[in-house]
């Protein structure tokens, strides 16, 4: 069972930049694909960045050039940079990691976006 503990959420001005962490009880390093998530108030949840084992990203178009996923194998970690925030990213944040045909989740943290 792995364990994906999430980290970094917090309430930030417009136009700031937080970074989530996702860390993982164990080695991240055999995952075929880890990414976040996110859900807002009323709103169905959407896949917002993932990075596969081979280190390739995809990103929802609403974020492309303002956030950035990576990975820190040794650290069993990975990032999402959020640069240039907006009040629509406003949203639970969950990591999940692919391994073996299975989806594990966090259990999000909230990032809050307002003046």
């Known amino acids: 069972q792995e364990q994906l503990v999430e980290s970094g959420g917090g309430l930030v001005q417009p136009g700031g930049s937080l970074r989530l962490s996702c860390v993982d009880s164990k080695s991240i390093s055999s995952f075929n694909a880890m990414g976040w998530y996110r859900q807002a108030p009323g709103k169905q949840r959407e896949l917002v960045a993932v990075?596969?084992?081979?280190?390739?990203?995809n990103y929802v178009g609403s974020v492309k050039g303002r956030f950035a996923i990576s990975r820190d194998n040794a650290k069993n970690t990975v990032y999402l940079q959020m640069n240039y925030l907006k009040e629509e990213d406003t949203a639970v944040y969950y990591c999940f990691a692919d391994y073996r045909g299975i989806r594990y989740w966090g259990q999000g943290t909230q990032v809050t976006v307002s003046s």
């Open positions: 990075i596969t084992n081979g280190g390739s990203t």
